[in-house]
């Protein structure tokens, strides 16, 4: 068997060291010899690594080659990770007292040669591989890098699909619920079909359908493979119904409370993806729900793949799901792939060759249509006509998706594959954040800054739509601004990550494969971590234990990813400043009280979540020194660190609390030059004058679409001129689209606040103004839709 991501992740890993090697000849002549030979012998390997990965399917020597190269390269990449570690902590020092750096040349001229010697052993190694390379008889093929395909910035206000193909069964299910007979108080109507048959997708245009909605006032969606105990399952009900997290309490509070919330109100409960069901469970659940609510009417859509589910939690025969009609599933691929309608002539001719690939299924059509848009003419045929796909006459239709599923893998750039691969650290039917997605990839190294675009938050965005468009994320959640913040993957292309990440992911039942584990996710079990027999291998490391162990933090030193959130744990070791490689930190919604002063020695950390730590305090006191960072999210209450403006990378920051003291001061934001995003700033009372104020540059650097000016609730004398004063100051950024003025004392608003300077405001918010006696004219503001 070939190993689907050894290729993708040798690709990166070299393309990684080859541009390491060039920045660090351009920006030093450190070991400039040395660094010129590993230029050399990496650009000759990358020749071969296309044939490789071709031939290691039926090639055992070539597989291993592979693996030996794999290795080399990680080794490569620590060595220039430690280098950079070591030149951002002279730079540090340096930035703190500058007479350093002369005492600290010496130091730094033997870490030079001790670098020396590490890439001259890497260079032999990769001399050896060579070797074997021509001995192995791989073909050299220079292939140009593929570049990232241009995507229409509009495509994040994303238009479902119209659910083609299924009006029949839609009126059917609706047509049972609006006329359910006058004794019924509860009817479960199970939905049954193989998986990528459109269930969830049908069920979602029912769930929101507008007399459902009239018919139904209360409705919770449920996506659970099953029901483990029904008072947990009650209680995610009344948290789906509430839209807040409840406390963990008795059964009979939360029965209660359910039927408080639901007082004689009919309701629709969907049940989604369910595999097992109880039936003792499960006839206790229903008769809780007919006590609780003796209203007729109400409903339980439960979708399922099994039949022995649907026979369970139901008498009468299920809902089944058939296959679509030839002509919808061409529609579907149409819409996909042809996004301006007009289709060529010799696609049209190959309708009923791609239907039969697609085994009429939707799924497998939208995925085929988003792999096949904006390809040329000779790419379809290579696609279609080079691809033993077609399902053979016993194939299953799943079988054919994931067929296709897999083409889809493995057409993208070898960074995409790894984006795409990464989401088998989550357990499946999770909601996905964006952004968090996003720097994963980024302290993982799969974003790589190229001319076209150098900055690597922008790239994720852009592979992020690319796994979009090709149908591999679905069901995303758009902010106030059509932003999309979140997103779902459906299970059978989960599954496919999972198949491609199963030789680097720990599995317990891995056997072998353990000594190749480079990511420990959601879904592995804690109580086994110790199995891995080279834990100096892995890199990213998802916890959920109460307790981390200094050993453990030891153990796995080249972690880029280390997430603790939600895990428990109230105290974080010293030891945490060993992890010189660490790019991604999160401690969010832990308990947390104190940070380690260790932790500013994290140089190479570029993401830092603390978010939800209602313990903690403060942020760690010299957090200035860590120059990398490019992200922080915190809680308001945190007190800020020294020196915020060195953090000079900077692109988000949720909350700014203004200080007195020198180092916390407004001035601090005036060198962040790539903010980006939201940002509340929090006691602007503390700011004594417009030119103060406008050292934070807001009018023409900060790219701050969300601004809160959050005013505290002391008046001192002659306030209300200072409010004035420091608000005209503070004049913010055109593209400003939300704004919250909260507390401010002046009896007038500042000069910018009028149409010219605030043109693309969407959302305005004036709170506790007591004074003002006046508010600007905003006719004009032809985005406003909040006032």
Request: net charge neutral; with cysteine; hydrophobic share 40%.
């Amino acid at each position: 068997m070939s190993d689907p991501v050894i290729g993708a992740t040798v690709q990166v890993l070299l393309q990684k060291l080859l541009s390491l090697t060039i920045e660090e000849l351009s920006s030093s002549s450190s070991c400039k010899k040395d660094l010129e030979v590993l230029t050399q012998n990496v650009s000759l390997i990358q020749a071969f690594i296309h044939d490789a990965e071709r031939q290691q399917v039926d090639d055992q020597a070539v597989k291993l080659w592979l693996k030996r190269l794999e290795k080399a390269a990680e080794n490569a990449e620590n060595v220039f990770d430690e280098f950079r570690y070591e030149s951002i902590k002279r730079q540090v020092k340096i930035q703190k007292n500058p007479m350093k750096k002369v005492s600290d040349f010496i130091s730094h001229t033997t870490f030079k040669s001790k670098m020396s010697r590490k890439i001259n052993t890497i260079n032999e190694e990769l001399r050896d591989i060579n070797k074997l390379s021509k001995y192995l008889g791989l073909q050299s093929l220079m292939v140009p890098p593929r570049q990232i395909l241009p995507i229409c910035e509009t495509y994040s206000v994303v238009v479902a699909l119209d659910v083609v193909g299924k009006d029949n069964d839609v009126a059917e299910i609706k047509r049972k619920m609006l006329n359910i007979r006058d004794d019924v108080v509860l009817c479960t109507i199970p939905i049954v079909g193989m998986g990528g048959l459109g269930k969830t997708t049908m069920t979602k245009s029912i769930f929101n359908d507008e007399q459902i909605e009239k018919y139904c006032e209360k409705r919770v969606w449920l996506c659970l493979p099953e029901m483990s105990e029904t008072k947990s399952f009650l209680q995610l009900i009344l948290e789906s119904m509430t839209k807040r997290k409840t406390e963990v309490q008795s059964r009979d509070i939360i029965v209660k409370t359910l039927q408080e919330e639901l007082a004689a109100r009919k309701y629709l409960l969907v049940l989604d993806d369910w595999w097992r069901v109880d039936s003792t469970l499960w006839d206790a659940f229903v008769d809780t729900l007919r006590g609780i609510n003796t209203s007729r009417g109400n409903f339980i859509l439960v979708t399922t793949r099994m039949e022995q589910v649907a026979s369970k939690v139901v008498a009468v025969g299920p809902h089944r799901l058939e296959k679509l009609a030839a002509d919808h599933c061409w529609s579907i691929f149409r819409q996909r792939a042809f996004v301006d309608g007009e289709i060529p002539e010799e696609i049209v001719c190959m309708e009923n060759r791609i239907v039969e690939m697609c085994q009429v299924l939707p799924l497998a059509a939208s995925v085929l249509g988003g792999l096949l848009r904006n390809k040329e003419k000779h790419e379809w045929q290579a696609i279609l006509d080079g691809n033993p796909l077609v399902a053979c006459e016993d194939d299953n239709g799943e079988n054919s998706i994931k067929k296709i599923l897999k083409l889809s893998y493995y057409l993208p750039s070898p960074h995409l594959k790894k984006c795409f691969a990464y989401f088998a650290m989550f357990p499946k039917d999770i909601e996905f954040e964006k952004d968090q997605l996003i720097q994963l990839w980024m302290a993982e190294g799969f974003l790589h800054p190229c001319q076209e675009i150098t900055v690597m938050e922008d790239i994720g965005n852009k592979f992020f739509q690319l796994l979009l468009r090709n149908s591999l994320l679905q069901d995303v959640k758009l902010d106030e601004h059509n932003n999309i913040t979140h997103c779902k993957m459906h299970d059978l292309v989960h599954h496919l990550a999972g198949d491609i990440l199963k030789s680097k992911l720990y599995d317990p039942n891995g056997g072998e494969n353990l000594s190749q584990v480079r990511y420990f996710g959601l879904d592995s079990p804690n109580d086994q971590i110790d199995k891995i027999d080279k834990p100096g291998r892995l890199c990213s490391l998802f916890w959920r234990s109460n307790y981390i162990s200094v050993d453990m933090l030891l153990t796995f030193k080249f972690l880029r990813v280390l997430n603790l959130s939600s895990s428990g744990i109230k105290e974080l070791s010293a030891e945490i400043g060993k992890l010189i490689h660490l790019r991604y930190l999160d401690l969010s919604n832990t308990e947390i009280t104190a940070l380690p002063n260790s932790i500013c020695k994290l140089y190479n950390l570029q993401t830092f979540r603390v978010d939800r730590c209602y313990s903690l305090q403060e942020l760690t006191f010299e957090m200035g020194n860590m120059i990398s960072l490019r992200h922080i999210y915190c809680h308001f209450r945190s007190q800020m660190p020294l020196n915020m403006g060195q953090l000079t990378c900077l692109q988000t920051l949720q909350y700014f609390n203004v200080g007195l003291e020198k180092g916390r001061r407004i001035e601090e934001l005036g060198c962040l030059k790539n903010l980006r995003g939201k940002l509340k700033i929090n006691g602007l009372q503390l700011v004594r004058s417009r030119e103060e104020a406008q050292t934070t540059y807001l009018q023409e650097k900060l790219n701050i679409y969300k601004l809160s000016y959050v005013w505290f609730h002391d008046e001192p004398e002659g306030r209300e001129t200072i409010d004035e004063h420091v608000l005209d100051g503070l004049q913010p950024h055109p593209n400003l689209k939300t704004l919250t003025v909260n507390n401010y004392l002046g009896t007038r608003f500042p000069s910018w606040f009028s149409e010219e300077s605030v043109l693309n405001l969407v959302k305005l918010t004036l709170s506790y103004c007591k004074r003002c006696k006046e508010i600007s004219s905003l006719g004009q503001l032809k985005f406003l839709r909040h006032l």
